[in-house]
């Protein structure tokens, strides 16, 4: 390669004149500067330009450099924008994008705060208030000139005529093949930085190759990979949520999925956030995955309804100034949280109720893999804290590579064979689960597989693309064994909520068994105790034949099952109750009639004496 020209001589030896007189005349005219009456934009800033009364032209220093590039809108066409460059005080050039409507919020003072945050800074004697929009507003008169820009409002896919580029939260735009260029409207807002640090080669090395047989960590890092499928394969968000005791190796594992995004420090986010914060989060990681480290650090009492708003992809309702709808924030993700407790304890904390729908979106795998700690191998480290910390240290060393890598191949294979991709993924998930999902299990299972599996294939596939330097299937076993593991701490392949109901009612009669059910063994007066708050009635039942044993059963009030079973739909637990045998059934109803003492024929729910394959036998002295 030559090198290069260093001055007009040897440029005028290598190109001729004609190149040196171009480069002296685009000198010349920037020197001249841009105009944009009565602001004249130059090399060192923007100057205003009045006219003294002399007649001459006086050029005013008026703000620091800021130059129009083109006019961005959204795909619909709608959040006009004017796109910028602009230079901070240290002479960093970067782009500004500025909404026309932050022009005339607060009489422009909004679009000179945004100027200024970003290092912008304005002459001594100018009113800038209402000059810095006149100065905007000058270049918008003229913006039949400038190119048109696509404004997207978050990172993440973006459909455009006959091509799909990606966004990433940084700004970079991958697979942008249009004929217009494509700008993110807030880049690095508190969104993760997608950064880069070393080769692919060097991540494989050192963090890649120590994930293959330590399912966690093949689970975590094929999740950062899955975040873009979930609009490819039309998937709903949802979460995963390693728990575990301290010092497991919980972190390493956010630390290593974090790496294949950017530096892990500004990829992992704490749950140490308001619910608004948490919105924002997922917004501006839309299309990716969001990892979040330390469940216990959230607050309890909103920590449910965090769950069902980063899995639903949607915030929440708001009005502008004057009270019409704002548009509502969406996103697609999957997200990641690690922590000592679970969703359930942390509710139950706050006094709160966890639904089923919040532990399906939100499953709990164990950190613990029963080996060594949250791994299984470890790859010549004498313990797993030797190789936590290797990779501790690791991941500072080489990051951001393995998505880079995997986005522009799979940008560029959905732009061309888009169904075909499809056809494939659809393949690798459909055979995860049917290795995962028991026969006979719920549908709440299988949904739950269906997240699980898409992350397989998103490992496979970047596996495939050469993204991560695994063997193929080393994604998908590991995938595999955190399911096993996430059903197996589940307990059943039923419905949650038959299981959590279950538990409720037998809660409720561990509880108020002796204190609240009168004891149907006394005269018609009932017992020498009064009950307060009576629930209903109990009575003693021995087993037969031998009589060894002795159980209780319960006749339950209406208003008291209804108490039992709060938080489900009664008449359902009703059924649920009776098909498990639990309650005894009439002909159309789950309530039978019963003589009860002081109170005649009353409707209840009968609970019949429970004994392990014993007969049950009535008291001598039952009063029907």
């Known amino acids: 390669m030559g090198k ?23 000198v010349v005219d920037a020197e001249k500067g841009i105009p944009f009456n009565p602001f004249l934009i130059k090399p060192n800033g923007v100057y205003l330009t009045k006219i003294t009364k002399e007649g001459d032209t006086e050029e005013l220093f008026f703000c620091s450099y800021l130059k129009p590039v083109g006019l961005a809108r959204s795909v619909k066409g709608e959040n006009f924008a004017l796109a910028m460059e602009m230079k901070d005080p240290d002479g960093r050039l970067k782009p500004f994008v500025l909404s026309l409507e932050s022009l005339h919020r607060a009489g422009g003072e909004e679009a000179k705060l945004i100027f200024s945050r970003l290092g912008g800074y304005f002459g001594t004697g100018i009113r800038t ?25 978050q990172c993440g896919w973006l459909r455009l005529s006959g091509v799909s ?22 880049p690095d807002v508190g969104g993760p930085e997608c950064a880069v640090k070393g080769t692919l080669a060097d991540w494989h090395e050192k963090v890649g190759r120590f994930c293959v047989g330590n399912s966690r960590l093949l689970l975590a890092a094929s999740t950062v990979f899955a975040g873009p499928l979930l609009e490819l394969m039309n998937r709903e968000s949802g979460g995963l949520h390693l728990v575990g005791i301290s010092s497991l190796g919980k972190s390493t594992v ?4 974090g790496s294949c995004m950017g530096e892990p420090r500004s990829t992992i986010r704490t749950m140490n956030s308001t619910a608004s914060a948490f919105e924002n989060q997922a917004s501006l990681a839309n299309d990716t995955c969001l990892l979040l480290d330390e469940l216990g650090e959230a607050p309890p009492e909103q920590l449910g309804a965090v769950i069902y708003k980063l899995s639903n992809g ?13 548009e509502r924030r969406t996103w697609r993700l999957l997200f990641v949280t690690t922590g000592e407790t679970d969703l359930e304890s942390m509710m139950k904390q706050a006094g709160k109720k966890t639904f089923a729908g919040q532990m399906l979106r939100h499953a709990n ?11 299984e191998q470890l790859h010549g480290h004498a313990t797993g804290a030797a190789l936590s910390e290797y990779l501790r240290q690791a991941v500072m060393e080489c990051f951001g590579s393995p998505l880079r890598s995997y986005l522009d191949k799979l940008v560029d294979e959905r732009n061309r064979q888009l169904i075909p991709l499809q056809e494939r993924l659809h393949g690798i998930v459909e055979r995860f689960k049917v290795q995962a999902v028991p026969q006979g299990a719920d549908g709440q299972v299988s949904r739950v597989a269906s997240r699980f599996a898409l992350i397989a294939a998103a490992g496979e596939l970047a596996t495939e693309y050469g993204a991560t330097g695994w063997p193929v299937g080393a994604a998908f076993d590991g995938v595999l064994t955190c399911f096993a593991a996430w059903l197996e701490r589940r307990g059943t392949i039923g419905k949650a909520e038959t299981e959590m ?17 009168t004891p149907m063994e006394g005269d018609a007066k009932g017992p020498a105790r009064p009950v307060v708050n009576r629930a209903g009635f109990r009575r003693a039942v021995v087993s037969a034949p031998t009589g060894d044993y002795t159980a209780t059963e319960y006749f339950v009030l209406p208003s008291a099952f209804r108490e039992m079973v709060a938080g489900f739909e009664p008449k359902w637990a009703a059924r649920v109750l009776a098909d498990k045998g639990l309650i005894e059934s009439g002909k159309d109803k789950t309530s039978v009639t019963r003589n009860l003492p002081t109170m005649g024929k ?7 004496a429970q004994f392990e394959g014993d007969e049950i036998t009535e008291s001598a002295d039952t009063p029907f």
């Open 602 to 608: 009353t409707r209840c729910y009968h609970f019949p």
């Open 501 to 517: 109901l279950l538990e409720q009612v037998a809660a409720f009669l561990e509880a108020h068994g002796e204190s609240r059910f």
């Open 314 to 326: 949607q915030g929440r309702g708001r009005a502008d100034q004057t009270g019409n709808a704002k």
């Open 165 to 186: 580029p990606f966004v990433l939260p940084d700004g970079t735009v991958v697979g942008a093949s249009g004929k217009e260029k494509v700008i993110l409207q807030h």
């Open 4 to 26: 290069a020209p260093s001055d007009f001589n040897d440029l005028a030896a290598t190109k001729g004149t004609t190149a040196v007189k171009q480069q002296i005349a685009a």
């Open 254 to 257: 956010l630390n290593v999925a």
């Open 129 to 153: 208030r209402q000059a810095f929009s006149d100065f905007c507003n000058a270049i918008m008169a003229r913006s039949a000139n400038l190119p048109r820009i696509v404004l997207a409002s």
């Open 365 to 375: 795998i164990p950190a613990d893999t029963g080996v060594h700690g949250i791994f």
